[in-house]
């Protein structure tokens, strides 16, 4: 089992970056697959990104391609996602989420992942 936090979000204008961190506990951070999913007010819960356990492969969503860039590092349990060039439409409740029963780039859904974290706000003012 791991338990995830989410940090890095805040208020920020078009055009601006920002980095998102996804701390996990225990000691076995690199079994899991991690992703990044988000919630705009009134809207469900998207996919963003997705990274396999070693971090070899990585795999976005179109509305982020190019833009944001999924990382891990597995000797501090931490996840990241860097969002550059940050728009409007990005504004949303980011949350990060792991699983351990597949190694995959293609798990794009919420119910192929276990674990969640809390959410950190991300708005982007235009």
């Known amino acids: 089992q791991v338990q995830l936090v989410e940090s890095g979000g805040g208020l920020v204008q078009a055009g601006d970056s920002l980095r998102l961190s996804c701390a996990a506990s225990?000691?076995?951070?690199?079994?899991?697959?991690m992703a990044w999913f988000r919630q705009a007010p009134g809207q469900e819960r998207e996919f963003v990104a997705t990274?396999?356990?070693?971090?070899?492969?990585?795999y976005y969503a179109d509305s982020v391609k190019g833009r944001f860039t999924i990382s891990r590092d597995n000797a501090k349990g931490t996840g990241f996602l860097q969002m550059n060039s940050l728009k409007p439409e990005d504004t949303a409740v980011y949350y990060c989420?792991?699983?351990?029963?597949?190694?995959?780039?293609?798990?794009?859904?919420?119910?192929?992942?276990?674990?969640w974290g809390q959410g950190t706000q991300v708005t982007v003012s235009s």
């Open positions: 990274i396999t356990r070693s971090g070899e492969k990585t």
């Open positions: 225990g000691h076995t951070f690199g079994t899991y697959i």
């Open positions: 989420a792991a699983d351990q029963r597949w190694d995959t780039d293609r798990a794009v859904r919420e119910f192929e992942y276990t674990y």
